[in-house]
């Protein structure tokens, strides 16, 4: 039976009505009419603090916008998630990524089972490994301790222990060398181990499924590269470890499982940085830091399971990204870290957020009729001043940001903090009040260079302001964007949890590979496109 869609709730209906009055509205009326909007627009939770008074809403638009996460019975979803409910329809599977964080007292069940003490004894037996390792004890198969490390994982196999290493390098042991190989092509293992010495190198072999073709071709490279050196079988338990939930797969490529620490099918991949496939962030942070980063995270779930919306930080971001994204028609969001440590952070809520919400199917099977996941991007500010920022500026398309700022360095140097937050305090207020045609003429400009260098204003941004980027703030930072797709995809009516759009291209590239390969002419039965392509590939390849 056909459902009817989410346009034609009384929620969608009162937003759609309400943007027709307030479209026009501008930030600078909204700020003279209320002195203190800049203090009342704030929230805070889990070491975040949010500035949300530079959107395009009031106090009308808020209460709509609760009136639809109410509408959605958005609470009811909470609970179900955190209950470990099979929300993720289409894999008939919880989604518990959330009890990964959660304390030794916490009970969670799933399927009758209590989740919770499993998932310490992974935590402790990774705290043991890395302990070890750290301390120079875990030695490699000629007997010299393992110096290097190398993580082969894609996706959130990868992401996410890319981001957090290079976010938390302030607080890693410097005396370890950490490499990440993602690609399947050869140049990333090849530039990633050109310099490295295979009796003191260790590879974390990180898959969920451990069948991921790239992940799956670079370990059997590893595996041929230790061996070439090695030259024994033996040295593979010494030099190789595996994190995954598919232990029959670890054994078969030949890891010794006792060497594989596990993780379960609720766990879905670019939710996956506090499970085992943290082992590269624990071992960098130690054990310690690691348990601080997942305090962070259970922090901000708390704050997400238990506080009243119009107070809860990613409730209050996905509403108010989802005002853009469904009634102005954005497209995009930038994602604007003013901290080097975090240059990572937007290609990992790339995946997180586009993988996640990247759909247009509702979980009833129907087409939606609205807007779902807005494109994220981003770079480290300032980087991102001298890019792309023309465009948020002054371009025609309305590109809500996202800047994070903290108010202390790691590395303090001479004036250099001041002058980057004064740079994101600067471009969240530029990019909200702009310049009019007369205040530029009013500084002398020339009357035909005025419309060039004059600001419309009016675009909005949050301001994510945290003390010093620890480790538990970086799991409340995760956790917050993590809830706040949660919230978007709850009340969109997709299935936030699974990614089937990445499946038709894997099963074409596998008909393909052959093809490529085969000695013979092969016969090839795709469009002329892809046909002509595949010959011009191979004469070019054997030329
Ligand atoms: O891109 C598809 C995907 O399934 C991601 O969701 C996942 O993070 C990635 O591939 C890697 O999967 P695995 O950890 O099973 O190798």
Redo the contacts with the bound molecule.
Sequence with gaps: MLQPSLTHGPSWKALAAHYDEVKELQLRELFAQDPIRGERFTCEAAGLFLDYSKHRITDETLRLLLNLAAEADLQGQIAAMFRGDHINLTEDRAVLHTALRAPKSYRIEVDGQNIIPGIHAVLDRMAAFCEQVRAGAWLGYTGRPIRRIVNI???????GPVMAFEALKHYAARELDFRFVSNVDGSDFAEATRDLDPEETLFIV???????QE?MTNAGTARAWCLAALKDEAAIARHFVAL?TNAARVAAFGIDTANMFGFWDWV???Y?MTSA?GLSTMLAIGPEHFRNMLAGFHAMDEHFRTAPFERNLPVLMGLIGLWYTDFFNAQAVAVLPYDQYLKRFPAYLQ?LIM?SNGKATTLAGQPVDYQTSAIYFGEPGTNGQHSFYQMIHQGTKLIPCDFIAFAQSLNPLGDHHDLLVSNVLAQAEALAFGKTEAEVKAEGTAEWLAPHRSFPGNRPSNLLLAECLTPAVLGSLVALYEHMVFTQGAIWCIDPFD?WG?ELGKVLAQRIQPELEDTEEPELNHDSSTNALIRRYRRLRRS
Excluded: C, P
């Excluded at 994982?153 to 992401?159: K, P």
């Excluded at 990180?206 to 991921?212: E, I, L, R």
């Design positions: 994982g894609i996706g959130g196999s990868d992401l990180a898959s969920k499924t451990f069948t991921t992940t995954s879905g991949g670019r996956s496939i995946q993988e990614q990445v």
